[in-house]
């Protein structure tokens, strides 16, 4: 119910905006024990070299359909401005508001590169780097339980490079995103509801320290089938954990619908975590 009703919210939100020029993209993941997760975004063109870009996240834990504690939710809004036809420059603010025992609020700033159109066999690359700062508060431990001691703080700051380029019918995508600095280390009973793994749609928790991924796909006028490998690590630990998506998208006119499989740890059998995937993006 709850996951209905926010797809239903977004719709009505952006539903007044549908003559504008714009991209509405969801993507979602269902897993084990009701796990479920989504992801919506709008992109509005203004054609005066602004782009912005509300956001939302939603992801429930458990199987409890009825159980807000089972459920978190997360806002954003991304803006972009094109200074000329090689650079533009970007910011982002996020908002999660307390459930599940967190609750977080963050921004980013940064610029876009396009530094030509072609060169040898590749096209259209581009390189995005931004700076970003993220304050969590938790106030529970990893059982679920209140913290005797109060809400534990935490502030990280880090840096995420992205780049993409075309050749031929192939796309190349590649990302890297490090924490510089967090304000305190983490205790051993602490970890966070809400992390990010590039090119996933699922969440992970805890403190990522760390996380490299590359994606690759074919694209065809009816097909482009997809595929992307993760590297990642928390804070806490030493060793890195990998997450692997493979999938297919089929077009049809201005939309795009997609279906696959995102496994993280493909070779830990105690930790596996599948997830099926599905996505629809449509232009306007």
Not at 18 to 37: D, I, P
Not at 67 to 77: M, N, P
Not at 89 to 102: F, I, N, R
Not at 233 to 242: G, K, Q, W
Request: neutral net charge.
């Amino acid at each position: 119910m709850r996951l209905k009703t926010a797809f239903l919210s977004l719709i009505l939100l952006i539903c007044p905006c549908a003559l504008c020029y714009g991209q509405l993209s969801f993507s979602g993941v269902n897993g084990e024990r009701g796990y479920a997760a989504l992801r919506a975004r709008y992109r509005l063109d203004l054609d005066n070299g602004f782009v912005f870009t509300p956001l939302y996240g939603y992801y429930r834990m458990t199987d409890k359909e009825i159980d807000e504690a089972g459920s978190t939710s997360r806002y954003g809004l991304e803006a972009s401005y094109e200074l000329n036809d090689a650079w533009q420059v970007l910011a982002e603010g996020m908002w999660q508001p307390q459930a599940v025992g967190y609750q977080a609020v963050g921004y980013a700033a940064g610029v876009r590169w396009l530094p030509f159109y072609r060169w040898w066999i590749f096209s259209n690359p581009s390189l995005t780097a931004y700076a970003e700062q993220t304050r969590y508060r938790t106030y529970v431990d990893k059982l679920g339980n209140d913290l005797t001691g109060g809400a534990f703080g935490q502030v990280e700051t880090g840096a995420h490079v992205e780049a993409a380029a075309d050749a031929g019918n192939w796309n190349l995508k590649a990302a890297w995103h490090k924490v510089i600095k967090y304000s305190s280390q983490p205790p051993a009973d602490v970890t966070f509801s809400w992390a990010n793994i590039p090119f996933m749609t699922a969440v992970v928790q805890g403190f990522v320290k760390e996380a490299a991924a590359v994606r690759l796909s074919y694209r065809t006028p009816l097909i482009t089938p997809y595929a992307a490998l993760v590297r990642y690590r928390y804070t806490e630990l030493s060793d890195t954990a990998a997450a692997v998506s493979a999938g297919l998208h089929l077009h049809w006119g201005e939309m795009s619908l997609s279906g696959g499989v995102e496994v993280f740890e493909p070779r830990r059998e105690a930790n596996r975590k599948t997830f099926f995937s599905m996505s629809a993006e449509v232009e306007f």
